[in-house]
């Protein structure tokens, strides 16, 4: 049983690398040029993180306020908030979970005329923790939580 | 065919909360088709722009890992009458755009 779920592991990991390769081929590079293919594509939270934002050194700040349910009975739709406005100088605030085959799930990069908040929902293989990552003055800040993923909608 | 916006918005006190539904299937091109043993191909949005009055405000970069039918509200500055808009992308080159004149 162990064998077939490595296997199929694997096998998702380089199926998902030759569409990506293949996306690529297709696709008039100037709709991806925005898209920091390298970030998304990264298979760790340190290798996204260094992608995205040359760094992986972020500290604990509570003024981040990370919502999301401890129980998500749909891991599916999973909905996760994150509030920085508290902060100063908010520069970008990515999402990942630390679990899922490719971690890194969405990053925002603001404007002045933007406040530093973001509310959506995200897909989540498994019970796994979720990290806000929000970039002010140049520091990398983070938070996270743990949401358990029931299957089956037995609510334990 | 272009990706369906809905989007609402309200301004209190200089800051603008808007939300938007998007209706796009978000495949990641992780999952697998049984059928087949072949992943399903990728389709989802990757750059999504939200724009003030014709002013960029926020840049954002999704995954495949943004749920099916994606929602997202974001706060912007802006007062009652000002225009939203938000520009999105898929990774097949699909484009939508839907704009809201704030409350």
């Known amino acids: ?156 | 065919m272009t990706i369906k916006i809905r989007m609402r918005g309200k301004s209190a006190n200089g800051i603008a909360e808007v939300k938007a539904l998007i209706k796009h299937p978000m495949e990641s091109g992780v999952r697998m088709d049984k059928k087949t043993g072949k992943p399903f191909p990728a389709k989802f949005i990757d750059t999504v722009q939200i724009m003030v009055n014709g002013t960029k405000a926020i840049d954002a970069q999704w995954s495949g890992a943004v749920s099916a039918n994606p929602y997202l509200a974001v706060k912007v500055k802006a007062n009652a009458g000002d225009k939203v808009t938000i520009d999105l992308t898929d990774n097949t080159g699909e484009k939508g755009t839907g704009s809201i004149t704030l409350k």
């Open chain 1, 1 to 156: 049983m162990m064998k077939r779920r490595l296997f199929l592991k694997n096998s998702l990991a380089t199926g998902a690398a030759v569409v990506a390769a293949n996306a690529g081929l297709l696709i008039p590079t100037t709709v991806l040029a925005d898209w920091n293919k390298k970030a998304f594509t990264a298979k760790t939270t340190d290798d996204a993180l260094s992608n995205l934002f040359g760094s992986t050194n972020a500290t604990d700040s509570g003024d981040i306020i990370l919502k999301a349910p401890a129980i998500a009975e749909n891991g599916a739709v999973t909905p996760v908030t994150v509030d920085a406005s508290k902060m100063n100088g908010v520069e970008s605030i990515a999402i990942l979970a630390m679990k899922n085959p490719l971690p890194l799930v969405c990053e925002y990069t603001f404007s002045a005329n933007a406040v530093g908040y973001v509310s959506t929902r995200i897909k989540m293989g498994q019970t796994m923790d979720v990290v806000a990552i929000v970039k002010a003055g140049g520091k990398l800040f983070k938070a996270k939580q743990e949401v358990k993923v029931t299957i089956g909608g037995c609510g334990g």
